[in-house]
């Protein structure tokens, strides 16, 4: 489906009618956070019911166009589910880097767990996969969504934008995070490590498996090593698999790869899916980094706006909880029952 996971090909804007066909639908669904957009998805359905994988498209592109399938794609045991996120050829709203448009994936995660029920062997157990700019979302969403994904992996991905944006020495990507993030780094720190996975990474409960070639020109393999290395310093290295892939990369992420690479890389990624088909749950207390929101099955917090960056503090016993950040941010958390909590942050130096 997403073979290299290129960031090439910018998407014209298309607005599709759904439809459903024997192994492959297209279909819309609501923005939970953005009132009156709508985002589109392909449903790709196997032979026979499977668990839901959900694969996202790199940073320039879209998910592949919608055709309808009247047979099952080739040895896919899978309800492959591919999101367009917003602003992009095949939904509404504004592309974000990985602000709001990470809900948009939590949000296909539910409106397929609704409408394909009888496909899904068990609707708790959700992978996660993405390359390139994917792979940066994957990064970040396991983090802000820690309890959502059994496994994920995540091939070239960009685990700090700050540091990214440093390094596009051609200005390939600069101009989008202007953009889409709204600033530079040196205007607003904050703004990326809220969007960062390495700065969420103490966060993640989801195994993931992570490749990267150490020649790419386009996402350097320092994103992965930093994440690597910020999970080993966690002393969180048995939730990561890392396979740092000698002489591959150049201006594509895969270029050089050899078959005996691309089949370790195939391979890793099928085996993290199938070691793990439990649904993750958090501790009863702990703590967690919020950038911007954070969402778990027992309680979601909103810290008005997704530049934000906070910690809190739980214990879901006593239902308590602490947030803290560098500025009185107002909060919103919001429980399992419906209940609803408001506060400010207590500052922290």
């Known amino acids: 489906m997403y073979d290299i996971y290129e960031d090439r090909i910018r998407e014209a804007k298309t607005l599709l009618p759904e439809f459903t066909s024997p192994y492959q639908d297209y279909r819309t669904y609501p923005s939970s956070v953005t009132p009156g957009i709508r985002l589109g998805l392909n449903v790709i359905k196997p032979l026979r019911p499977g668990y839901m994988l959900v694969q996202l498209h790199g940073w320039h592109m879209s998910m592949p166009k919608p055709q309808r399938r009247e047979e099952p794609v080739t040895d896919n045991d899978y309800v492959l589910v591919q999101v367009d996120m917003r602003g992009r050829a095949f939904s509404q709203g504004d592309a974000d880097c990985n602000g709001l448009e990470l809900m948009d994936i939590y949000d296909a995660v539910q409106f397929v767990r609704g409408a394909y029920r009888e496909w899904l062997l068990d609707p708790a157990v959700v992978y996660l996969e993405g390359g390139s700019g994917g792979g940066g979302n994957v990064l970040a969403a396991v983090n802000k969504f820690p309890d959502l994904f059994a496994a994920a992996s995540a091939l070239y991905g960009i685990s700090d934008y700050a540091v990214w944006y440093a390094n596009d020495e051609l200005g390939e990507f600069r101009d989008d995070m202007d953009v889409w993030i709204g600033c530079t780094p040196e205007q607003d720190p904050e703004r990326y490590m809220a969007r960062s996975g390495l700065h969420l990474a103490e966060n993640q409960r989801t195994p993931l498996y992570i490749a990267h070639g150490d020649r790419d020109d386009r996402v350097p393999v320092v994103q992965s090593r930093l994440y690597v290395e910020q999970m080993n310093r966690l002393g969180r290295a048995d939730l990561v698999l890392y396979d740092d892939m000698e002489g591959v990369g150049g201006f594509g992420h895969a270029d050089n790869i050899t078959e005996e690479q691309r089949t370790r890389l195939e391979t890793n990624k099928r085996v993290n899916k199938e070691r793990h088909r439990v649904p993750i ?42 947030v803290q950040s560098g500025a009185p941010y107002p909060y919103e958390i919001v429980l399992a029952d419906g209940t609803r909590l408001h506060g400010t942050a207590e500052v922290t130096g």
Do not use: N
């Open 281 to 322: 749950e958090i501790e009863r207390r702990g703590s967690f980094v919020v950038g911007g929101y954070l969402v778990t099955k027992p309680f979601r917090v909103w810290l008005g706006d997704v530049d934000r960056l906070a910690r809190i503090t739980y214990d879901l016993d006593s239902a308590h909880f602490h």
